[in-house]
């Protein structure tokens, strides 16, 4: 819409800032914020042309740009954002990016991608923080927030992005974006997906959570049994009233109804809430490569951005609209869950150990009869048997053991964990995992025993 010379965006409800405008709207140039929002975006003070020139997009965007890497000159500029990377776990295996400062006043949204390698969850993590930025179709320039890690990156990591200091210029509040890994990489453990998660939100702090994204292409027939598994897995985690929260992103679409994904998702039986038609809540983007753009069809790639951007609109608002939903309980039952799964692990160990004392004592009798006329004539002899004996050897991480009971508690161990009485094998400062379940105090971390 027009008022005047100045364009409005539909946006949330909430009056235009400029004098003499009556749209309700959001107003890009209009909105006065901190953190690292460009000054540049500050200065506006009257209703100008949204219509940008390559000189005038630069001038935008200078202090954004001052602190940004250009990854591309042609046909876009296309520049990453200067991100504080942070690795919150030992093995690296879960990372954080954060863009700007937060500012615990202002609201935040917290969502977890869930989909297979190759379904574009990288690009539409980027279009949000476009949409975020306020960037439009005429600016001709780009951002990004997710580093080009080549032709292999590593699917398994799970990665946090967080976008601060943005609030209000497109969506009234901060976002945090948890990318899990690809799951078409089958050598992707479901139990390490969750064990991830685990640490995520043990070292992060992630007690609420605002919506589930399943991001599936638009020519998708079917859920793969392992999406599907990783997908129920992960919802299992949090609970029956995350069933509302869940929402489907169907990428490489061509505007067109998207009846093989949703076929695909409503086959799958995970139980997706439903819109105003009965359909899953979903919402459609084109992923269109910015390095295929020609001057000759950009009336075509407009199109797809202004759809995309509509999209991206309509999901924000959705968004907006869900209820949080605590994850206190997931917590717990993921606790739960590791502490059962080590408990497995030590009862397999002892198990092991029963069957080598077994068999020396089978072996020992075996010897014995053997030698019972030697006993019943009471002559002295000799024979060799097999003892199971405890030994200490040495282990890249050191494992949490019982001094008292002499086993391994918990391999490999909370290797975050200084104080034992947070080990995840302990409940009530008791052990579960050792046979006299002794007190934390009489565990600590050393080498691995090995019969």
Not at 18 to 29: A, D, T
Not at 70 to 99: H, S
Not at 346 to 363: N, P, R, T, W, Y
Not at 391 to 408: F, G, L, R, Y
């Amino acid at each position: 819409r027009r008022s005047g010379k100045h364009r409005c965006r539909d946006g949330p409800s909430r009056a235009c800032v400029f004098p003499g405008c009556q749209r309700h709207c959001i107003c890009f140039l209009s909105v006065f914020t901190r953190g690292l929002v460009p000054e540049s975006l500050r200065m506006a003070q009257s209703h100008g042309s949204c219509s940008t020139t390559r000189e005038e997009a630069t001038s935008k965007w200078s202090d954004v740009i001052k602190n940004s890497k250009q990854i591309a000159t042609e046909p876009i500029r296309t520049y990453l954002l200067n991100t504080v990377k942070r690795a919150l776990n030992k093995d690296g295996l879960i990372r954080r990016y954060t863009f700007g400062r937060k500012d615990p006043n202002k609201r935040n949204r917290t969502i977890l991608m869930v989909g297979e390698t190759g379904t574009g969850k990288s690009a539409l993590i980027n279009m949000m923080v476009n949409y975020m930025l306020g960037v439009e179709w005429e600016d001709k320039i780009r951002f990004e927030i997710i580093p080009d890690e080549g032709k292999n990156p590593k699917t398994s990591l799970t990665t946090v992005y967080e976008i601060f200091g943005l609030e209000e210029l497109s969506v009234p509040f901060s976002l945090t974006v948890i990318d899990t890994p690809g799951y078409g990489d089958t050598t992707v453990k479901d139990d390490i997906i969750a064990q991830n998660l685990y640490r995520l939100l043990e070292s992060f702090d992630i007690v609420e959570l605002d919506a589930v994204c399943l991001v599936v292409k638009a020519s998708a027939y079917h859920l793969t049994p392992f999406q599907k598994k990783i997908f129920d897995s992960i919802l299992s985690l949090f609970g029956k009233n995350m069933e509302k929260n869940i929402m489907t992103l169907i990428t490489f679409s061509d505007w067109t109804s998207p009846s093989n994904a949703l076929e695909a998702v409503i086959e799958s039986g995970v139980p997706f809430p439903k819109d105003d038609i009965d359909e899953p809540v979903h919402f459609l983007f084109n992923n269109c490569p910015l390095n295929d753009y020609q001057n000759k069809y950009e009336k075509s790639f407009k199109h797809h951005w202004d759809n995309g951007t509509e999209s991206m609109r309509e999901f924000f608002q959705t968004l907006d609209r869900m209820e949080t939903q605590s994850l206190r309980m997931t917590e717990n039952v993921l606790k739960d869950r590791r502490r059962l799964e080590t408990c497995i692990q030590s009862l397999d160990e002892q198990i092991k150990v029963g069957h080598m004392k077994q068999k020396a004592l089978e072996d020992k009798q075996k010897t014995l009869e053997k030698h019972k006329e030697d006993m019943r004539k009471n002559n002295n002899f000799t024979y060799k048997y097999n003892v199971v004996i405890m030994k200490k050897v040495k282990i890249k991480s050191k494992a949490t053991c019982c001094t008292v009971c002499e086993v391994n508690c918990h391999y490999p161990g909370c290797w975050w964990v200084k104080d034992l009485q947070w080990c995840s094998v302990m409940e009530n400062n008791k052990c579960t995992v050792c046979p006299r379940k002794c007190s934390y105090t009489d565990h600590k971390k050393a080498m691995k025993y090995m019969r």
